[in-house]
């Protein structure tokens, strides 16, 4: 059985409170909401924070507040079973209920929030192993050990991006305010992430992650479509999250984004994809050029579950059907 090493756990109930603490205990600690991706990491030594920090119980991380109309604000620790049965973002905001529910098991969902999901660490098979196993191979860059496994020539790690809801938070164009004993900032979530699988975030580990504010839903729609082996419990091995605005009264395209996941450290917008839709009615040849698209611009590597040459055409098929999706539900 893998055992959790020794740590020292706080639960501070005000946010000045937490990120003083975490100012104070310095790169020793870490927060943790509902530890379904930190505490596993811990048990395999992956993450060996001597201090973790709970934000569970800060008042202003758990509500939910706004509407389509003015956009809607999402505190960090709500629970991803939360946004799953929240009347108004099944109604105003359908594609985030949606990757939410398809994101491991009901169970996982209770405890895991939308904070952690947004946060969660880059994976890899030769990483997401017990402490004995990654021994075994000498460990790798991404933690103890100085080579990639996947790319033994690479000074880089290219473990994986695998949230469901990071593609989406791109797609749709989402704000993410952190909090610190600096002051606070708020960042784009496309701006939020790195292409390199040990620094995957830009954003500094004493920054907490106080909400997320999705825009006004003014005409623009959004859809998700995740591949996995199991229909259930399984990470993404690719997503693809699709947004496009038309003009009033019709089917021209002003705006368009296809943002691919669980292919690469960080989402990948691909914009020849948002360019072959914008400016054109939004028709069937023009899917077609946005899913081409995808599938030249997306090089999966051999470092998560199926072949890397079927996930790539993979991304020419899911596109097709995220972007499908939207032309049935306009
Ligand atoms: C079996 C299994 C299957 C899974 N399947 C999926 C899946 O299909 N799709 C998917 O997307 N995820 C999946 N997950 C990962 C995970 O359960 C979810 O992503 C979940 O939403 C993580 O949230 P959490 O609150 O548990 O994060 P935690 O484990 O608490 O934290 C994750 C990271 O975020 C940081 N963090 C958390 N909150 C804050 C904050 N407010 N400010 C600053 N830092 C913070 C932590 O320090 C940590 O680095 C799976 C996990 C398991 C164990
Ligand atoms: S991509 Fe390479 S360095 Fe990164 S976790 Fe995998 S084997 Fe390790």
Not at 40 to 67: A, F, Y
Not at 245 to 263: D, F, M, Y
Not at 296 to 306: E, G, I, K, S
Request: hydrophobic share 40%; aromatic share 8%.
């Amino acid at each position: 059985m893998m055992r959790l090493p020794k740590f020292n756990y706080r639960a501070p109930r005000e946010i000045a409170e937490a990120v003083k603490i975490m100012a104070a205990t310095g790169p020793d600690a870490q927060f943790v909401a509902g530890g379904t991706d930190l505490y596993p990491n811990m048990k395999r030594r992956q993450q060996t924070p001597r201090t973790v920090i709970s934000v569970m119980r800060l008042p202003e991380l758990n509500q939910i507040s706004g509407d389509g109309q003015s956009g809607i604000r999402i505190g960090a620790s709500v629970t991803l079973t939360d946004i799953v049965e929240h009347p108004l973002i099944n109604r105003d905001y359908p594609v985030v209920a949606h990757a939410a529910r398809t994101i491991s098991t009901p169970l996982l969902r209770n405890m895991g929030t939308i904070g952690g999901n947004l946060l969660l660490d880059t994976r890899c098979n030769y990483y997401d192993q017990n402490y004995e196993w990654r021994k075994g191979i000498n460990f790798c860059l991404k933690k103890d050990g100085d080579i990639c496994w996947v790319a033994p020539g690479s000074s880089k790690c290219w473990a994986v991006q695998s949230s469901d809801l990071v593609p989406v938070m791109v797609a749709i164009g989402a704000k993410l305010r952190f909090a610190s004993t600096l002051g606070e900032r708020v960042i784009e979530a496309a701006g939020l992430y790195n292409d390199d699988g040990i620094a995957y975030l830009h954003k500094r580990p004493d920054e907490l992650l106080v909400d997320i504010h999705l825009p006004p839903t003014n005409g623009w729609r959004a859809s998700y479509q995740k591949l996995r082996r199991r229909g259930a419990f399984d990470f993404p091995v690719l997503g693809v999250a699709a947004f496009i605005k038309t003009e009033n009264g019709n089917n021209h395209v002003s705006e368009a984004r296809v943002v691919l996941g669980g292919i690469a450290p960080a989402p990948m917008q691909i914009n020849e994809a948002g360019d072959a839709l914008i400016g054109h009615e939004f028709a069937e040849d023009r899917i077609q050029a946005a899913a081409e698209a995808a599938y030249v611009r997306a090089r999966p590597l051999d470092n998560t579950d199926f072949v890397m040459n079927w996930r790539k055409q993979m991304a020419r098929e899911y596109t097709i059907r995220a972007l499908r999706e939207l032309a049935d539900t306009r």
